[in-house]
Each structure stands twice: as structure tokens, then as C-alpha cells.
């Protein structure tokens, strides 16, 4: 049993490596948010709910996997070398894939430009929530480009 805690625990600590370390990680769940809210305002169904979050798991599940691959090749290769490069290359690709299919899911859960323009007119209509929108927005630019003081550099 204490194997398995441990084996959590090693997870939660990758998770975390990712989320301090990893800008892209980081913009990856600032959009996974977005499209949360986005849903809650759309009530999306059970099932569109599930697609969404599918989505949302394999974009994040995909750079996790890129920040391995790309640490473990540093490891065996700390030069410039033609497969690290391909390796490299491979990781960052099923990231963008994974990307750009969750783009279309988006689209065809959020396709609707009328609701799409009354979720975001929501921020600003009031000058009350303008300035809490403007506030948000400069905190997520800080969670995306400043990782915590904390975060080791590499």
C-alpha cells in the first residue's frame, strides 16, 4: 500500500515539475480553464462535458509526455544529434496535434458566435467587471510567462 502512495505522490511531483516549469503547460491549463467556464455558460451535456475534458486530458497529458521525452534526451545527449532532434521534434508534434484536434472540438462545442460573444461580453459589462476582467487577465499573463519564485530553474 505504501508503494502505491508513493507511486501517487511521484505523479502529483511530475504534475507539479510541469506546471512550474513548463510555460507551455501552463498556457495549455489556462486554456483547459477557459474552456471550462466557456462550458458551464453553453450547459454543455453530459456527453459534450466528457468530450471537452478528454480533450482538455490529452493536450496536458501530451505535454507532459513532450517535458519527459525532452528531459530524457538532454540526458543521453547533452550535444546536438539527428534522432534527439527527431525525438524532440515527434514529442512537440503530438503536442500540436493534440492541440489543434482540441481546437476543433472547441469549435464544435462553442461554434456558436452569438453565445460565444455573450460569453465574453459577461467580463465587461460593467465597469466593475472591466476592471475584475483586467485584473484576471494581468494575473493569468503573471501564472503563464512568471512561474513562482519557488520553481527551480533549469
Known amino acids: 500500500m505504501i508503494g502505491l502512495l508513493r507511486s501517487f ?6 504534475v507539479a515539475a510541469c506546471l512550474l516549469g513548463e ?3 501552463r498556457i495549455h491549463t489556462l486554456a483547459g480553464a477557459m474552456a471550462i467556464a466557456m462550458g458551464a455558460y453553453y450547459r454543455l451535456s453530459g456527453t459534450q462535458w466528457a468530450v471537452l475534458l478528454l480533450a482538455i486530458a490529452l493536450v496536458l497529458c501530451c505535454e507532459a509526455v513532450n517535458t519527459a521525452v ?10 546536438e544529434h539527428p534522432l534527439a532532434k527527431l525525438a524532440k521534434d515527434c514529442a ?7 492541440a489543434a484536434g482540441s481546437v476543433g472540438v472547441g469549435f464544435c462545442l462553442f461554434g456558436d458566435l452569438g453565445s460565444l460573444f455573450g460569453f465574453f461580453s459577461l467580463w465587461v459589462a460593467s465597469p466593475a467587471r ?3 476582467s ?7 499573463l503573471l501564472y503563464v510567462f512568471c512561474p513562482p519564485w ?3 530553474k533549469r
Open 92 to 98: 512537440a508534434g503530438a503536442v500540436l496535434l493534440a
Open 9 to 14: 505522490g511521484y505523479a502529483f511531483q511530475g
Open 130 to 132: 472591466a476592471v475584475g
Open 70 to 79: 525532452e528531459a530524457a534526451v538532454d540526458l543521453v545527449s547533452p550535444g
Open 134 to 140: 483586467a485584473l484576471l487577465l494581468s494575473l493569468c
Open 23 to 25: 510555460r507551455n503547460f
Open 150 to 152: 519557488w520553481a527551480k
